[in-house]
């Protein structure tokens, strides 16, 4: 059985290891002995033996540059350490799946203590397909990047081969890829790999490198040396500037969060919205390269980074900074807007009278954003709103959909038993004069990434229509 003696490990990976033995209740000593002993005779596992559920996901889904690194077995992966240290410097998140090649190279644990993710390696790795799965995998980076990409992968890649984690995820990417090529000059310059290289190029695939240099085996030197990796690092940030805006130039308004409507200077009416789904939306719809005004009421959340976000507490301010927005192409009504209000505001804390019991509160009703919105002179094009429902989801949203003159409504169930208020997960029916479209329970960021590619479908219709 192998072995390994933990005070001789690199402090990085010693931290990984403390990290994940502490997460498992381990000694390290203990948590590697098991390690070892899972490698024989098969893959290592993953590195974190039970993934972190949300944690290292959200961090990776909410971060502003997501790149998924592929790593191919050839001797320059060791170049792969560096550049993730390049790209943690830039703020961007780095998730890493490295082949089965890849690990005779350079080792899961060296890397995940680099990305602080985990590292994933086999596409039948049941928790990790459980967690996060390869489609998800797949899309939710922004940017796929494939170092080094042997000629092994890059044929795989230009015939469509799928037999792996990496090459899964590449066939499932919906996102741009760059390859890093490295190999030996001779392999480069085969002709198998030129057509490889035109194929790859035609799908869209980017390409840095290959240089030209001295091989890693003696003697051997010409174009085939995989790009240093300041070259890499810079070649990713181009390329996620000019990642597809298929929204830009329109203008989106979207609420989020709820609304508090004062009592006195201490009360207030208010509900369970947590704004996560607002601002999910409100990102999404900036990634794709809209500009996004989102008007939040009091969250906890932190503000999203491709939107102008007003602040605001209640019903009335929501709506008056709504229609200051205006004109828009499209409008999102996720906030959950207080339906009432207390007729009064007490100036002073309304004091309890003992043994009077409390008096009764004279409420009086909101206006309805959305309903305004649908009715406005100046309408914005494309109208989504939600409906909250414990019950007829479909029946109530229909009614919603023609009383507010919605194009769109996106109707959930909101009964405290799903946890949809305050919580990650939303289920989704999608109804509009068109039918309906029942989207499967997902991450409210999956939502959001989903109805822009609605939002985008419905404008390049438009545009083909006109
Ligand atoms: N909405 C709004 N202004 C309000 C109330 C609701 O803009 N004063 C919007 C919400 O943002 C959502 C949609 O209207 O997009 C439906 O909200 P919902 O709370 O489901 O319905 P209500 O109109 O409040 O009706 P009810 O409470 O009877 O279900």
Same mark, same amino acid.
Do not use: C, K, Y
């Given at each position: 059985m192998p072995s390994i003696t933990v005070r001789n490990l690199d402090e990085d990976t010693k931290q990984a290891l403390r990290e994940r033995a502490a997460r498992n209740g381990r000694s390290m000593e203990e948590e590697?002995? @098991? &390690?070892?002993?899972? %490698? $024989?005779?098969?893959?290592?596992?993953p590195l974190t033996a039970k993934p972190s559920t949300t944690e290292h996901e959200d961090a990776f889904s909410k971060a502003d540059n997501r790149i998924l690194l592929i790593i191919g077995g050839g001797i320059a992966a060791y170049k792969c350490l560096e550049l993730i240290r390049h790209l943690k410097k830039k703020e961007m998140a780095v998730r890493v799946i490295m082949t089965r090649a890849a690990q005779e190279f350079i080792t899961p644990l060296?890397?995940?203590? @680099?990305? +602080?993710d985990k590292v994933l390696t086999n596409l039948f790795e049941r928790e990790a397909e459980h967690d996060i799965g390869h489609i998800r995998l797949s899309r939710e980076a922004d940017l796929v990047v494939v170092a080094p990409a042997t000629a092994d992968l890059m044929a795989k890649m230009a015939n469509g081969l799928a037999d792996d984690l990496a090459s899964t995820c590449l066939m499932a990417s919906d996102k741009p890829i760059l390859v890093v090529p490295a190999m030996n000059p001779a392999m480069w310059a085969h002709p198998a790999t030129r057509r490889n290289v035109k194929t790859l190029?035609? /799908?869209?695939? +980017?390409?840095?490198?290959?240089n030209s240099g001295e091989m890693a085996e003696s003697g051997e030197a010409g174009v085939g040396? &995989?790009? #240093?990796?300041?070259?890499?690092a810079n070649a990713i940030t181009g390329l996620l500037d000019s990642s597809p805006k298929p929204l830009a130039g329109r203008r989106a308004i979207v609420t989020s969060g709820p609304t508090h409507e004062p009592i006195d200077p201490v009360r207030y009416i208010a509900n369970r919205s947590s704004g996560k789904q607002g601002h999910a939306i409100a990102e999404a719809l900036g990634r794709a390269g809209a500009e996004v005004i989102l008007v939040s009421g009091p969250v906890n959340i932190p503000d999203p980074k491709h939107a102008e976000i007003i602040h605001v507490q209640t019903a009335r301010e929501m709506q008056k900074m709504v229609e200051t927005a205006l004109p828009a192409d499209i409008a999102v009504m996720v906030a959950a807007v207080a339906?009432?209000?207390?007729?009064?505001t007490a100036d002073e804390k309304m004091k309890k009278q003992d043994g009077k019991g409390p008096d009764s509160l004279a409420l009086t009703e909101n206006p /309805?954003?959305?309903k305004g919105l649908g009715h406005h002179h100046n309408r914005p094009q494309l109208l989504i709103g939600f409906a909250a429902e414990t019950e007829k989801l479909e029946e109530h949203g229909r009614a919603k959909l023609k009383r507010k003159k919605a194009d769109w409504i996106l109707a959930?169930?909101?009964?405290? #038993?799903n946890g949809v208020m305050g919580g990650d997960n939303n289920t989704i029916r999608l109804l509009s004069n068109k039918g309906v479209e029942a989207w499967p329970t997902m991450d409210k960021t999956e939502v959001a990434e989903r109805l822009v590619e609605r939002i985008v479908a419905h404008? $390049? %219709?438009e545009t083909v229509e006109t």
């Open positions: 590697a002995r @098991l &390690m070892l002993a899972a %490698t $024989e005779g098969q893959s290592p596992p060296s890397l995940e203590a @680099l990305s +602080h190029e035609g /799908d869209g695939i +980017h390409f840095v490198g290959p040396r &995989m790009a #240093e990796p300041l070259e890499i339906d009432w209000r207390s007729a009064e /309805d954003i959305l959930n169930d909101v009964s405290a #038993e404008f $390049e %219709t």
